[in-house]
């Protein structure tokens, strides 16, 4: 289980988080929803230790990774998976070479088990056979599929998606969301995702949580959320531009 | 107060800097220690380096010795000295203009080129990636670059020495009319092993700050396209001010090392 407990965080005069409290159990896939530049990154760095908060705690089963040193961050990071807004693969190396690349530097597997491995993931994708383009031959979709087939080479038990469907069209949408489902069912995955596509977010979710001003402002299923009594909640699912929430 | 922040600000990135060096050789011995050295990626960059700046360092070498000769040789005639030409021209080389010459042509070509290349990984989260795979950026990205960056400007300084005495034979024979056997012996008269040895020290010192710079303004790039020129433009301007700083203190050192053991 992750508990993020009270965390703030700060750069320069902004403060970005107030004081989030959020719990993900294992297995779930927990959605967080909010306006663009509210910080939802932000908080998906603080859970894989790409940053830490200026106060507060990030537990994984119960350990405060916030205070690991590089050591224990890195073998807590060798059981998570992360797919980056931009996908960001590796520009100078192949798509099986990117894909390959935690097995590679974390493994003894032989160059042949690292192929199948990496053929399989790309199967996984629908991307089978392209293990020998380059990142710039690839779509922006494709691109994606491929962060994500390198965010489950290591079969990681935790996969954070940071807006994994920004920039793509609604078939491609679609086809990513459920990938994600079937990744869900079938490595038993607990997932984080960040996004402000609201389609997607039913899709996937089995809880989503509402970030705006800093702060977790409603946490529910997806019933709850539509269902919300909240203004700002309801001005964010019927996208209206005027209401409590402002534009930033 | 301007004057203060830029005195402050220079001073937190030469500690930055540092710390950048420190790290690198802390991953190093880690690597050879963890028997994970990647031969291939520092070979990759000597590659790149190295072969990629050979032309503009051929060309660079070549005409300086060739300049020189011509602006000394006539004098020297005029003055009967002749045979000391080839001898000053290779001291000139071999203590000063090769390794400061090819290191210039390396920050320009390389420094900006390891700037930029880690600048782009970084506004395009490629950083972020790297770490999110438990791998160190520093260990990854920096260390093969610092060691070929280093190695390289050992070998190009040489590479440069010998095409600027090709260079400056050329000119000393078809236009200054001495010949092959008086440049040559002129230069195994007054070129000592510890000349050149001080030169190529230096250049592989100008190496080591090249690398380091240009990671560390890659590594600090912000912003979009605009922040990777940035990034870019001032590894140059900072490797060569820097190398030209270090240039003097450590021709200082190098006399008074030769000085005190050598002479």
Redo the contacts between chains.
């Keep these: 289980m992750i508990i993020i407990s009270n965390v703030h965080k700060r750069f320069g005069s902004k403060q970005v988080l107030k004081g989030i409290n959020l719990k993900i159990y294992d297995g779930e896939s927990l959605v967080i929803l909010g306006p663009s530049g509210c910080g939802k990154s932000v908080l998906l ?1 603080h859970v ?1 230790g ?1 940053m830490r908060p200026d106060s507060g705690q990030v537990l994984i089963d119960g350990e405060d990774i916030t205070t690991f040193g ?1 050591k224990r ?3 807590l ?2 059981r ?3 797919l ?3 996908a ?5 190396l192949n798509v099986e070479e990117n894909v390959a ?2 097995l590679r ?2 493994t003894n597997l032989s160059d042949r088990a690292i192929h199948h491995i990496v053929s399989e993931k790309l199967e996984m994708v629908g991307l089978p056979g392209t293990n020998y383009l380059m990142p710039s031959e690839l779509s922006g979709g494709m691109r994606k599929r491929v962060g994500l087939a ?1 965010a489950i080479a ?1 079969e990681p038990e935790i996969i954070l998606y940071d807006e994994p469907t920004t920039g793509l069209d609604p078939i491609m949408t679609s086809a990513i969301d459920e990938l994600h489902l079937s990744l869900k069912e079938r490595l038993g995955v607990t997932s984080i995702v960040v996004t402000h596509d609201l389609k997607s977010a039913y899709r996937v979710c089995d809880r989503i949580a509402l970030h705006y001003g800093g702060q977790i402002v409603e946490i529910g299923t997806r019933e709850e959320i539509i269902n919300s009594p909240n203004p700002v909640v309801q001005q964010f699912i019927r996208g209206e531009a005027h209401g409590p929430m402002t534009l930033v | 107060m301007i004057l203060t922040n830029i005195a402050k600000g220079l001073i937190e990135s030469l500690g930055s800097m540092t710390i950048l060096f420190l790290q690198t050789i802390y991953w190093t011995l880690n690597a050879l220690r963890g028997g994970r050295f990647s031969a291939k990626n520092l070979f990759d960059q000597m590659s790149r380096i190295g072969v990629d700046s050979l032309l503009m360092v051929a060309i660079t070498g070549f005409s300086t010795g060739a300049v020189l000769v011509v602006q000394i040789g006539y004098q020297f005639a005029q003055m009967g000295a002749q045979s000391y030409v080839g001898g000053v021209v290779s001291l000139a080389m071999a203590r000063e203009l090769a390794p400061i010459l090819t290191a210039i042509v390396v920050a320009g070509r390389v420094g900006s080129a390891i700037a930029a290349e880690i600048g782009t990984m970084k506004i395009t989260e490629q950083i972020d990636a790297l770490e999110t795979m438990a791998t160190n950026p520093v260990d990854y990205l920096v260390v093969p670059r610092f060691w070929g960056c280093t190695i390289m400007l050992f070998m190009l300084t040489i590479f440069t020495n010998v095409i600027g005495m090709i260079g400056g034979s050329i000119v000393a024979i078809y236009q200054i009319g001495l010949t092959m056997v008086a440049f040559k012996d002129s230069i195994l008269h007054m070129l000592l092993v510890q000349d050149l040895m001080g030169g190529l020290i230096k250049a592989t010192i100008f190496g080591a700050i090249i690398a380091i710079i240009g990671c560390y303004k890659g590594f600090t790039t912000e912003g979009g396209a605009e922040g990777v020129g940035e990034s870019t433009t001032s590894a140059v301007v900072v490797s060569i001010m820097m190398i030209l700083a270090v240039n003097y203190f450590l021709t200082v050192g190098i006399n008074n090392f030769n000085t005190a053991y050598l002479q």
């Design positions: 760095k894989i790409l590089q961050l890195d073998a990071r060798m998570m998976g992360m980056f807004q931009s960001a693969l590796f520009d100078s690349f935690g530097r974390h390198r290591m």
